[in-house]
């Protein structure tokens, strides 16, 4: 079946407790992100990465960073969480043909 | 800059009614569209996607959206509302590569 899936669903932590997020897809998509959505804010991307080796910065990216080893697998790092980066967090994938994107379940996440 | 303006935060409706979500959209070239649902702790699910094909498009579940450039909008409709269509609703819009971009979401209400 194809998914992307994302660990934890949820995750409580605290104020400066390095974190990873992992994503994962099974589609062979080159295209990966990650968004936070926040109450009457949609969803805004953080991260994006158009292949291996190839990351660059979204409308938030600010407290966090990614990496992109294999194609499959796109991890979200904050390392040093601060509450405000309290939210719920989902990855996408796609291909670069169109903007089709795959999500996964979504990670919420509280920092205390 | 892409943008997106979905007009109503709440809609509510009863079931066996239509349902009119309204979305504008801003870009300076020919978008690809999108519209997505997300029930209540659930990912997002794409309902249906506009990429300059026909302008009328058909989605799952009995939705359909008009793409008018003039107007610049990309309504999400259905004719009968079902119990099961109460859900978040973004209107979503591509444009350079495979960003996307939403809107602020629409809770869709639908009362017996």
């Known amino acids: 079946e194809a998914q992307v899936t994302q660990n934890p669903r949820y995750l409580i932590t605290v104020t400066g407790k390095k974190l990873t997020v992992t994503c994962s897809q099974n589609m062979n998509h080159e295209y990966m992100s990650w968004y936070r959505q926040d109450p009457g804010l949609g969803l805004r991307q953080i991260y994006y990465s158009m292949n291996v080796e190839v990351t660059d910065k979204g409308d938030v990216p600010e407290g966090y960073k990614v990496s992109r080893k294999e194609k499959r697998n796109f991890p979200l790092i904050l390392e040093s969480p601060s509450p405000n980066q309290t939210s719920l967090y989902f990855c996408?994938?796609?291909?670069?043909?169109?903007?089709?994107?795959?999500f996964g379940q979504g990670t919420r996440l509280t920092v205390v | 800059a892409q943008s997106v303006t979905q007009l109503d935060s709440h809609v509510s409706v009863s079931e066996g009614t239509p349902v009119l979500l309204r979305c504008n959209y801003s870009?300076?070239?020919?978008?690809?569209l999108f519209w997505y649902v997300q029930h209540p702790n659930k990912g997002l699910q794409l309902l249906l996607k506009?990429?300059?094909?026909?302008?009328l498009v058909k989605g799952i579940n009995g939705f359909e959206a008009e793409f008018k450039k003039s107007e610049t909008s990309f309504h999400l409709t259905k004719p009968s509302a079902h119990m099961s269509d109460a859900a978040e609703y973004f209107c979503?819009?591509?444009?350079?590569?495979?960003?996307?971009?939403f809107g602020a979401g629409t809770i869709l209400r639908v009362k017996s």
């Open positions: 506009y990429t300059s094909a026909a302008t």
């Open positions: 979503v819009v591509s444009q350079y590569g495979n960003k996307l971009v």
């Open positions: 996408a994938s796609s291909t670069l043909r169109d903007g089709e994107a795959f």
């Open positions: 870009s300076s070239y020919s978008p690809s």
